[in-house]
C-alpha cells in the first residue's frame, strides 16, 4: 500500500512538470514570491508554493551535483519517469523550459500542498487524469541535486 502511494505521487509530480504547453487563465499578473496561491499566465513564472521562493542558477553546470542528482532521479523517481518518454509521469527532459527552477524545486519538496493550493498544479492533475505525485521526502539538497540533473538532458 505504502508504495503504492508513493507511486501514484510520484506520477503525480511527473504529470505536473512536464505540463507546459497550457497557460493558466488566471487574471493575476502578480509573481508569486511569497508562498501564496497567486499564479501568473506565463507558466514559467510560476514559482509554486514551498520553501523555495528563489533561486537563481549558475551559468555552469555542476557536474559533481549533476551525478548525485542522476543517482537520487535513478533511485526515487524512475519508477515513474523515464528521461526520454512520458512513462507513467512525464519526461523531466526539458522541464526548465517550461517551468522555473523554483516551481521544480517546490513539486518535488512540497507535492502535497502543490497539488492542493497551487493552481497550474491544479490544472496538471487534471490533464493527467488525476495522477499525483508521491512525496520522496527528498531533501532540499537531493532536490536542488535532481534539479541540476534535469539542466543536463
Do not use: W
Request: proline fraction near 4%; charge should be negative.
Amino acid at each position: 500500500m505504502n508504495k503504492l502511494l508513493y507511486l501514484l505521487i510520484f506520477i503525480a509530480f511527473s504529470v505536473f512538470v512536464s505540463c507546459g504547453t497550457k497557460e493558466n487563465k488566471s487574471s493575476n499578473n502578480d509573481v508569486n514570491s511569497t508562498n501564496t496561491t497567486t499564479e501568473t499566465q506565463d507558466p514559467k513564472m510560476n514559482k509554486g508554493i514551498g520553501p523555495i521562493t528563489s533561486l537563481i542558477l549558475d551559468e555552469t553546470i555542476d557536474s559533481v551535483m549533476v551525478k548525485k542528482g542522476k543517482d537520487v532521479f535513478d533511485a526515487k523517481c524512475t519508477a515513474c519517469h523515464k528521461v526520454d518518454k512520458t512513462y507513467i509521469g512525464p519526461s523531466p527532459k526539458g522541464i526548465l523550459e517550461r517551468r522555473s527552477p523554483e516551481f521544480v524545486m517546490n513539486m518535488i519538496l512540497n507535492p502535497e500542498k502543490m497539488i492542493a493550493e497551487n493552481e497550474l498544479t491544479k490544472q496538471m492533475v487534471a490533464e493527467f487524469n488525476g495522477a499525483i505525485m508521491a512525496n520522496q521526502n527528498l531533501t532540499e539538497e537531493e532536490a536542488r541535486a535532481v534539479l541540476e540533473y534535469f539542466r543536463t538532458l
